[in-house]
């Protein structure tokens, strides 16, 4: 199964969600990365970062919530050592970019735009705070910054969903990727359960909202690739994504809980599609 | 290191230690390539809602026999996934990935040991015991508080000499142990290790830090610790890749939980 996403033909229409590959190799011996339609990294920012105190993952009913302060190696160090990595396994990559300002992400597409084996930057617009200060300024930078046949993605949270959309579309976004995880402060009966506090529920537990999210912007932006994200664990929960009106779809809990939930849910998804075209 | 094999394991057996619970479960072609002080991860059954696998004590294995080879993963039910597992039925099948992390170093020749451990983790210190045993050494058992010791019964068959301080008594009980020992071995969550490294002083010290929830395949970040490389320059590591068993000497006990600041996530040296 093929998919045309903004210009880039994808082998398969279930992707890796950004974040929840690790670097890459530690997955490769679940489920081959190349399998994957596309891998979208953890967001790459400008300088490396350490990432943010314990705990910085905890369980939630039905999901999981997560700070972990988007660490990483800075996008010098991401173009010359993970990124040819990624590429070695035969993966189509997708590199999340994330900064502070609109100039930090800037800065980060210049370097990728040196770089070989970037498909396509997806944006992550989202801040622990809630959405980034000024997602239609981050857009227009990251799109003027990244090569002409390359598409940009904006990634978005379910608040203020058609506003911030129609914003990032009007400043040049080719796509939407719905949705991220969704802020949330989980409590232990004495304090915070994470160390930063606040962090991003996904999983299950957000399945119905990012359903709606892609439900709404395919009904506002009919042309518009969207990647679907939010509590896929099973084929039929990356169908019903399919069914919202979502061009792809990316699991990320999953494999979490799951390593080898790629291979399965994409199993399951054929097995769907060939027996059974009305399942719940 | 090599990844975990990931399997459907079945159940072969339960049975009860204490508020402890010890599943024997199906690892063919598996249980031959682990040893103490390494772990499984198990997932609990998705309609739970808990979508961490559990990081599982191995306390045994056995390699040969009709299933083609066997583990026991020891269980602690005070933690609610670890509970939904210990009701698995003979026969269930459970999602496991192992052998999982480092496991620990046997001396070259028979030495004078000290094992502590705490809850579910000193599972992994009576194997190693049977190892030690077999090869001569000999070795003092502690059981460390808060938990309930686990199994008290096999240290005492093993062990030259078995202690369950109180938690006023333990640090002052270690440190003479561990003085008058050629090595330390403890196994248990990251509070009680700092208290064990601090009384071992300078004797050397293998550490098997618990880390309780973990995700599929090291990707997640969630359970770094710093650790000093032995080209001086400390990272955060992932116990549940880089560990479980470290080299007590290099952790930075005082800052668990924190990342300090020249402390970038990377691999050891
Ligand atoms: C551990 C973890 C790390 C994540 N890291 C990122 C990240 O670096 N950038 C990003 O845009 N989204 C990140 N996400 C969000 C996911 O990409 C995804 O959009 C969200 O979790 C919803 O999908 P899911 O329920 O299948 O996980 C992360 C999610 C998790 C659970
Ligand atoms: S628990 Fe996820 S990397 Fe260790």
């Given at each position: 199964?093929?998919?045309?996403?903004?210009?880039?033909?994808?082998?398969?229409?279930?992707?890796?969600?950004?974040?929840?590959?690790?670097?890459?190799?530690?997955?490769?011996?679940?489920?081959?990365?190349?399998?994957?339609?596309?891998?979208?990294?953890?967001?790459?920012?400008?300088?490396?970062?350490?990432?943010?105190?314990?705990?910085?993952?905890?369980?939630?009913?039905?999901?999981?919530?997560?700070?972990?302060?988007?660490?990483?190696?800075?996008?010098?160090?991401?173009?010359?050592?993970?990124?040819?990595?990624?590429?070695?396994?035969?993966?189509?990559?997708?590199?999340?970019?994330?900064?502070?300002?609109?100039?930090?992400?800037?800065?980060?597409?210049?370097?990728?735009?040196?770089?070989?084996?970037?498909?396509?930057?997806?944006?992550?617009?989202?801040?622990?705070?809630?959405?980034?200060?000024?997602?239609?300024?981050?857009?227009?930078?990251?799109?003027?910054?990244?090569?002409?046949?390359?598409?940009?993605?904006?990634?978005?949270?379910?608040?203020?969903?058609?506003?911030?959309?129609?914003?990032?579309?009007?400043?040049?976004?080719?796509?939407?990727?719905?949705?991220?995880?969704?802020?949330?402060?989980?409590?232990?009966?004495?304090?915070?359960?994470?160390?930063?506090?606040?962090?991003?529920?996904?999983?299950p537990a957000i399945t119905p909202i990012a359903l709606r999210a892609v439900w709404q912007a395919r009904q506002a932006f009919p042309d518009v690739p969207i990647v679907g994200s939010g509590g896929i664990l099973t084929g039929p929960d990356a169908a019903r994504f399919l069914a919202a009106g979502a061009t792809a779809v990316a699991v990320g809990t999953a494999l979490l809980h799951d390593p080898s939930a790629g291979r399965r849910i994409m199993t399951e998804l054929a097995?769907?599609?060939?027996?059974?075209?009305?399942?719940? | 290191?090599?990844?975990?094999?990931?399997?459907?394991?079945?159940?072969?057996?339960?049975?009860?230690?204490?508020?402890?619970?010890?599943?024997?479960?199906?690892?063919?072609?598996?249980?031959?390539?682990?040893?103490?002080?390494?772990?499984?991860?198990?997932?609990?059954?998705?309609?739970?809602?808990?979508?961490?696998?559990?990081?599982?004590?191995?306390?045994?294995?056995?390699?040969?026999?009709?299933?083609?080879?066997?583990?026991?993963?020891?269980?602690?039910?005070?933690?609610?996934?670890?509970?939904?597992?210990?009701?698995?039925?003979?026969?269930?099948?459970?999602?496991?990935?192992?052998?999982?992390?480092?496991?620990?170093?046997?001396?070259?020749?028979?030495?004078?040991?000290?094992?502590?451990?705490?809850?579910?983790?000193?599972?992994?210190?009576?194997?190693?015991?049977?190892?030690?045993?077999?090869?001569?050494?000999?070795?003092?058992?502690?059981?460390?508080?808060?938990?309930?010791?686990?199994?008290?019964?096999?240290?005492?068959?093993?062990?030259?000499?078995?202690?369950?301080?109180?938690?006023?008594?333990?640090?002052?009980?270690?440190?003479?142990?561990?003085?008058?020992?050629?090595?330390?071995?403890?196994?248990?969550?990251?509070?009680?290790?700092?208290?064990?490294?601090?009384?071992?002083?300078?004797?050397?010290?293998?550490?098997a830090l618990q880390t309780g929830l973990v995700c599929g395949a090291a990707t997640c970040t969630a359970c770094v610790i710093p650790v000093r490389g032995r080209d001086g320059v400390s990272r955060m590591v992932r116990a549940c890749a880089d560990g479980a068993v470290f080299n007590a000497d290099l952790v930075r006990w005082d800052e668990l939980g924190t990342i300090p600041p020249e402390c970038h996530d990377g691999a050891p040296a």
């Open positions: 199964m093929t998919v045309d996403l903004a210009g880039i033909p994808l082998s398969h229409e279930v992707l890796v969600a950004s974040g929840c590959a690790g670097t890459g190799p530690d997955l490769q011996p679940y489920t081959p990365l190349a399998d994957f339609g596309a891998v979208v990294t953890r967001s790459i920012t400008l300088a490396p970062r350490p990432g943010g105190p314990l705990p910085r993952l905890v369980e939630s009913p039905s999901g999981l919530v997560n700070a972990l302060g988007l660490p990483g190696p800075g996008v010098e160090e991401f173009a010359l050592r993970e990124l040819p990595d990624l590429c070695a396994t035969g993966a189509t990559v997708i590199v999340s970019v994330w900064g502070e300002t609109p100039a930090e992400y800037a800065k980060v597409a210049q370097r990728l735009r040196q770089a070989d084996g970037v498909a396509a930057v997806e944006v992550n617009l989202s801040h622990p705070s809630g959405a980034a200060p000024d997602p239609a300024a981050v857009v227009h930078q990251v799109r003027r910054n990244t090569a002409a046949g390359v598409p940009v993605l904006a990634k978005l949270g379910p608040e203020a969903l058609l506003a911030t959309a129609r914003a990032c579309l009007g400043a040049g976004a080719d796509g939407l990727s719905l949705v991220n995880a969704i802020p949330a402060v989980p409590m232990t009966t004495t304090g915070p359960a994470l160390g930063a506090v606040v962090g991003g529920l996904s999983g097995d769907l599609s060939a027996t059974d075209p009305g399942a719940p | 290191m090599t990844p975990g094999a990931q399997w459907r394991a079945k159940v072969l057996a339960r049975r009860r230690s204490g508020r402890y619970t010890v599943l024997t479960v199906t690892a063919p072609g598996v249980a031959d390539r682990c040893r103490p002080g390494q772990f499984a991860s198990v997932a609990v059954a998705p309609d739970s809602g808990l979508l961490l696998r559990r990081q599982v004590w191995l306390g045994a294995s056995s390699a040969s026999g009709r299933d083609g080879g066997a583990l026991e993963l020891v269980l602690d039910p005070a933690e609610p996934g670890a509970a939904r597992l210990a009701d698995s039925d003979k026969g269930a099948l459970l999602d496991v990935i192992a052998p999982l992390g480092r496991p620990f170093s046997l001396p070259r020749e028979p030495l004078a040991a000290v094992l502590a451990g705490s809850g579910s983790a000193a599972a992994a210190l009576l194997w190693l015991a049977a190892a030690l045993g077999a090869q001569g050494s000999r070795f003092t058992f502690v059981h460390l508080p808060p938990a309930e010791p686990y199994g008290p019964l096999d240290a005492r068959r093993l062990a030259a000499d078995v202690w369950a301080p109180a938690a006023a008594e333990a640090d002052t009980l270690l440190a003479g142990l561990a003085a008058a020992a050629d090595v330390v071995y403890s196994a248990g969550p990251g509070t009680v290790l700092a208290g064990v490294a601090a009384a071992a002083g300078a004797t050397p010290h293998q550490a």
